[in-house]
């Protein structure tokens, strides 16, 4: 049964830290391109980060020099260390999995993307 579990949220001020995990089973995450997406309050799901079968990693430009996806394959684990948080990165954050890449609805994979996320974890970057 594929599974993926997130964890690490929480409450932190703006400028603050937080690293996020994802725990992953059922399937071989090495084997996947693997995500992070967020939702905002009233907002849709938002690409975040994505990191390759050969680990190379890609980031959207709200986050880019701020977050850094990682994982550890031997462990089946993702994670997402996030620094310099805003306020604007309140959302619930989710693990994903595709075998392709894909940033957005643009592409036609996304809501099967979507679809395989975990129960996510809140984050709330708030003073």
């Known amino acids: 049964q594929v599974q993926l579990v997130e964890s690490g949220g929480g409450l932190v001020q703006p400028g603050g830290s937080l690293r996020l995990s994802c725990a992953a089973s059922g399937f071989t995450i090495s084997s996947y391109w693997m995500y992070w997406v967020r939702q905002a309050p009233g907002k849709g799901h938002e690409w975040v980060s994505v990191?390759?079968?050969?680990?190379?990693?890609y980031y959207a430009d709200s986050v880019k020099g701020r977050f850094t996806i990682s994982r550890d394959n031997a462990k089946s684990m993702l994670y997402l260390q996030m620094n310099s948080l805003k306020s604007e990165d309140t959302a619930v954050y989710y693990c994903a999995k595709s075998p392709y890449y894909c940033t957005g609805s643009g592409c036609s994979e996304w809501q099967r993307l979507i679809g395989t996320r975990g129960q996510g974890t809140q984050v709330t970057v708030s003073s």
């Open positions: 990191i390759s079968s050969s680990d190379t990693t």
